[in-house]
């Protein structure tokens, strides 16, 4: 047992290695810490005084947008919108947002998973005509949007209260194994289908390899999956706040654990105004647009500064320490495995003294990979490394635009037509194959 003197000298060391990243990101990140209320309070006024028309947009999107809730936002815009839960056999409650089919033409339901610090939020900020959500509600397909537990959306438990230890005591593991099976089980009893498609960006794909990789029964429930950006081989990071991270994960842990701290960058209200101040729209240098280019890839020609602004309302929306300590532990042994508790903790947990690795070859739902030359997170290389995973070769789609990164899934000026008419053409396709082949059989 460590002595209260000891403690404090790993908490010191610990402080001292994060510095750096604290003086990169404080000014970006002092609303999240919450910090400066009264100067949020002043950015706000200032919000709702700015004529965003002054500024643009190359999408049909205005400033208020940042504020509102991804039910707001999908009601704003002229869409039907239902709310929904689903409860995991662990006992996290899943909020689900549908944007209903008019008609079933369609015999698929289509779940949408958003990533790491984000929310459903983001399959609608860049507005009707080019979110992916509604471009696939316009086609009158049945979108669901799942926000997965611990986000600003999915803070309830059967039992547990989500400012407790417990409650943040997950990883991206049991969104795979909880989570979806339970969120794809609701869904498919709601409309009566057979089998969801699926889309995830970034950790929207890692947890659905666990799924299909630890609960392979639910790889006949998918008709396609479809992965933007796949994060499950890491090994080449370019990002260099990240690679800081991962350089010093070990003393943010101590740091981290020290301090009682188990949320990772949670949303509040606050953050909205005072990011508007610290990053104008004007600027197109802002520290906001720094941070990013620097966290995800630069692609300044692709980012609408509106559509910047109004991401910062909504995200980062939170998750568990835990999530980012599974990552760096995937990155830094370039190996797909459940949490490591270390070998003692390892063997009471798993009856081994190494976390046990993902059976990809259990994977049999049909994959197609979207990867980006310019995703500093995701290298291409090893979006093919993965690939090669698979017990079935994956469909790979490299995005044309050579400067496209990580976050311009979500967000770019042409995600419509760099990714997403991809995707509508392709399930267009199934739809005509499975049609023909329908008809052949009679």
């Known amino acids: ?29 002092i609303v999240l810490l919450g910090v400066a209320p009264s100067v949020a309070d002043a950015a706000s006024a200032e919000v709702r005084s700015e004529n965003a028309n002054d500024i643009g947009s190359f ?7 940042g504020a509102l809730s991804t039910t707001e936002l999908i009601t704003k815009y002229g869409y039907p919108v239902e709310s929904h839960e689903a409860t995991g056999a662990d006992g996290y409650v899943i909020s689900l947002t549908r944007i209903p089919a008019r008609t079933q033409r369609h015999p698929r339901p289509l779940l949408l998973v958003h990533g790491l610090l984000a929310s459903s939020a983001d399959y609608v900020l860049i507005g009707p005509n080019n979110s992916l959500a509604y471009l696939l509600a316009d086609r009158d397909y049945d979108v669901w949007l799942a926000d997965m537990r611990g986000n600003r959306y ?19 593991h049991e969104m795979g194994y909880y989570d979806l099976p339970a969120v794809i089980e609701y869904i498919l009893g709601q ?27 639910y790889n006949e429930k998918i008709g396609r999956m479809y992965a933007l950006s796949p994060a499950v081989c ?20 101590e740091l981290f654990n020290a301090l009682g701290v188990h949320q990772f960058l949670p949303h509040l209200t606050s953050q909205y105004g005072l990011a508007r101040l610290l990053c104008p729209m004007t600027d ?11 966290t995800v890839g630069p692609n300044p020609k692709m980012a609408d500064m509106m559509a910047m602004q109004i991401l910062v309302g909504h995200d980062p929306a939170g998750a568990s320490i835990k999530q980012l300590f599974h990552y760096a532990q995937l990155q830094r042994t370039g190996q797909f495995r459940q949490y490591d508790y270390g070998r003692r ?19 049999t739902a049909p994959v197609t990979i979207f990867y ?21 070769p994956p469909t790979m789609h490299l995005v044309e635009d050579a400067n496209f990164n990580h976050l311009d899934f979500t967000i770019a000026i042409n995600a419509r037509p760099m990714v997403y008419e991809h995707i509508l053409a392709s399930l267009e396709e199934r739809e005509r194959s499975n049609d023909s082949g329908r008809k052949r059989a009679r």
């Open 372 to 392: 980006a030359q310019n995703d500093w997170l995701i290298d291409p290389r090893d979006a093919v490394d993965f690939s090669k995973l698979l017990p079935t």
């Open 59 to 65: 999408f049909a999107i205005d400033i208020g947008d």
């Open 191 to 217: 409309t009566g289908a057979s089998q969801v498609d699926y889309i995830g960006h970034s950790q929207g794909t890692t947890v659905f390899f666990v799924m299909a990789s630890s609960r392979p029964e």
């Open 284 to 294: 197109p240098e802002n520290l906001c647009i720094q941070v990013v280019s620097q």
């Open 234 to 253: 890491l090994k080449r990071v370019r990002s260099p706040p990240v690679q800081w991270l991962l350089q010093n994960i070990d003393a943010l842990h």
């Open 1 to 29: 047992m460590a002595s209260d003197l000891e403690r404090t000298v790993v908490t010191r060391r610990s402080m001292i290695a994060v510095m750096p990243l604290t003086l990169l990101l404080s000014s970006s990140l």
């Open 345 to 363: 903790n390892n063997t009471l947990r798993y009856s081994h003294w190494n976390a046990p690795a993902y059976n990809l070859s259990a994977v």
């Open 154 to 172: 999915s803070r309830r438990h059967t039992r547990l209260d989500s400012d407790s230890h417990d409650y943040w005591d997950f990883t991206w």
